[in-house]
C-alpha cells in the first residue's frame, strides 16, 4: 500500500466538515488510507498572522453565506454553532487519546464530533461534552475526562500540532499527499486528480 493520506484539520473549522464527509470516498480505489490529524488551528494562525474568518470583515460574512450553502450542495446538516469559533484542545486531546487504542474508533469519533458541532449547532468544547460524544464510542466518561488531565495527552496534541506547522500546515483542512500539499475542502477534486495522475 502507498503512502497514507495526511488530512489536518481543526475541529472548529467548518471547511473541514465538509471536507471529511468527502475524504475517505475521495480515495477509493487507489490503495491508500487517510490519516485523519486533528491539530490547533490557532497555534498556526498565530505563526501566520492570521485570524479566523469569521472574525475578518466582509469574509466572514461571505463565508457564513458558503457554509450554508456547501451544506445545501452536500445534503449535510447544519446549524451555525454559537459562540463559533471555539477552543479545541479537549477534543483534540481525546482524538489521540481514543486513536492510540483504537484507529477507526478515533476517526468515528471525530466524524461524530465534526456532526455534533456544525450539524447540531451543540458544544464539542467543554470536557464533558467531549467525554459524552466519546462515550457514544464506547469509551467511559470518566476515563475520558481523566485523559484530558493527563501532561502526556496534552503534550501529544501539543507535538502533532508542532509537527503539522513544520510540514507547512497553515489552514484547515490541510491535505498531504506525498509532500505535495493542497489547503481547503474546495481543492478535494485536485487531490483525486493527483492521486489518479501521480502528479503534473
Not at 40 to 64: D, F, N, R
Not at 140 to 166: C, F, H, M, S, W
Request: proline share 6%; glycine share 8%.
Amino acid at each position: 500500500m502507498s503512502n497514507p493520506i495526511e488530512f489536518y484539520f481543526d475541529f472548529s473549522s467548518p471547511y473541514a466538515y465538509f471536507a471529511a464527509q468527502k475524504i475517505d470516498e475521495l480515495i477509493e480505489g487507489f490503495d491508500r488510507t487517510v490519516e485523519w490529524k486533528p491539530m490547533l488551528l490557532g497555534v498556526a494562525l498565530k505563526q501566520t498572522g492570521s485570524q479566523p474568518l469569521a472574525h475578518i470583515p466582509m469574509k466572514g460574512e461571505y463565508c457564513v453565506h458558503d457554509w450554508e450553502r456547501l451544506a445545501r450542495f452536500q445534503e449535510l446538516p447544519w446549524k451555525m454553532p454559537d459562540p463559533f469559533p471555539i477552543a479545541t484542545q479537549a477534543t483534540g486531546r481525546a482524538y489521540y487519546w481514543i486513536y492510540d487504542q483504537d484507529p477507526a474508533k478515533a476517526k468515528a469519533f471525530a466524524w461524530d464530533c465534526l456532526s455534533t458541532f456544525f450539524g447540531k449547532g451543540e458544544d464539542i468544547g467543554a470536557a464533558d461534552a467531549v467525554a459524552a460524544i466519546a462515550a457514544r464510542h464506547g469509551f467511559e466518561q470518566d476515563a475520558v475526562i481523566a485523559a484530558l488531565g493527563d501532561d502526556a495527552v496534552k503534550q501529544r496534541l501539543k507535538d502533532e500540532t508542532n509537527a503539522a506547522i513544520e510540514k507547512g500546515v497553515f489552514g484547515s483542512p490541510f491535505v498531504i499527499v506525498d509532500g505535495e500539499q493542497f489547503w481547503g475542502a474546495d481543492r478535494l477534486w485536485m487531490v483525486k486528480r493527483w492521486l489518479r495522475s501521480g502528479g503534473w
